[in-house]
């Protein structure tokens, strides 16, 4: 019975592990990040990143949302230049599990399985890195720099969703020392 009640618990933390963005920060701790006002894209850093055109403008919507939610406006003279740049690599989980009904332990062969065998499941997937740099327009100096890691979906329903995901993690925790919304 027992098994009964945590099932949908654990059947739930894989479906959120699976879909959730793992993200870290790094900034220079000198700078004063309430002089920053406006901000622009830095088009050389960005036609640079290795993704589709299409790809690049969500990840653009998405930074301008979140920056204009936290009070920045974009400007033809900006106090800071976004920079973005990605990287993928394609993960393989195997797994095998035991599918005959015997008694037995361990890894290897044993003497007491019943019938069954072993079944082996390969999973493949893409995941993505997206790093947000943020840049002192008037230096060129980088301030803040943001990296979210995470499963990339191919279904282009949820491609929009997914950069959304990504740049909203990320930018959490920009600019540093802000209260956590």
Do not use: H
């Not at 933390?13 to 309430?34: E, L, P």
């Not at 050389?44 to 690049?56: P, V």
């Not at 990339?152 to 956590?180: H, Y």
């Amino acid at each position: 019975m027992k098994t009964i009640k945590v099932l949908p618990v654990l059947l739930a933390f894989v479906v959120s592990s699976c879909c959730a963005v793992r993200v870290a920060s790094d900034y220079d701790k000198s700078v004063d990040f309430s002089a920053y006002k406006t901000y622009g894209f830095y088009k050389t850093g960005i036609d640079k990143a290795e993704i589709s055109d299409l790809d690049k403008k969500r990840i653009l919507r998405s930074i301008e949302t979140s920056l204009a939610a936290k009070g920045y406006t974009k400007s033809e003279t900006p106090d800071l230049l976004v920079n973005i740049f990605t990287k993928a690599r394609t993960q393989v989980d195997v797994n095998q599990f035991n599918a005959g009904w015997g008694y037995g332990w361990g890894w290897g062969w044993n003497p007491y399985m019943w019938g069954g065998g072993y079944n082996t499941s390969v999973n493949t997937y893409t995941e993505g890195t997206l790093f947000i740099d943020l840049i002192d327009a008037k230096k060129k100096e980088l301030l803040w720099q943001g990296e979210g890691i995470g499963t990339l979906t191919k279904d282009v329903d949820k491609k929009d969703e997914r950069a959304n995901e990504f740049v909203s993690a990320i930018l959490q925790n920009f600019p540093p020392g802000a209260p956590k919304k």
